[in-house]
């Protein structure tokens, strides 16, 4: 019935350049592994648990979520012939909003 935990007490020295071992250093941070679980799960083809969201990437996702909103009540007020007087300026928000978020994905600042 219940299954029996095994001592993992094998130890089999590997090793690695700098380099090497920072990439597995943060592949493993990303999906919130040690740095041992994380060679024994890639060397027995184990899959990895789901990599955690970066923060950018959950920014991202919110003003794009936004930019979607407004382009949506826009595009409605045009189909119903409701156009807003200030359409212009909500459009040029928006661009000037879809440019940072751009700008943010690639690691850099938008100066406009």
Known sequence: MFK?????????PVR???RERERLY???K??????????RRLSLKKRLPPARVQEINLKTYQ?????GNN?????????????????????????SIIKKVSF???GETCDS
Request: include cysteine; glycine fraction near 2%; aromatic fraction near 6%.
């Open 4 to 12: 029996t935990k095994e001592i993992k007490k094998c130890v089999i």
């Open 16 to 18: 690695f350049t700098e």
């Open 26 to 28: 943060e592949l493993g």
């Open 30 to 39: 990303r999906h919130s592994l040690s740095l041992s679980s994380l060679i």
């Open 63 to 67: 003003e794009l979520c936004r930019i």
């Open 71 to 95: 382009l949506n009540q826009l595009v409605r007020a045009v189909h119903q012939w409701q156009i807003p007087d200030d359409y212009t300026e909500q459009f040029q928000e928006l661009k």
């Open 104 to 106: 943010e994905v690639i």
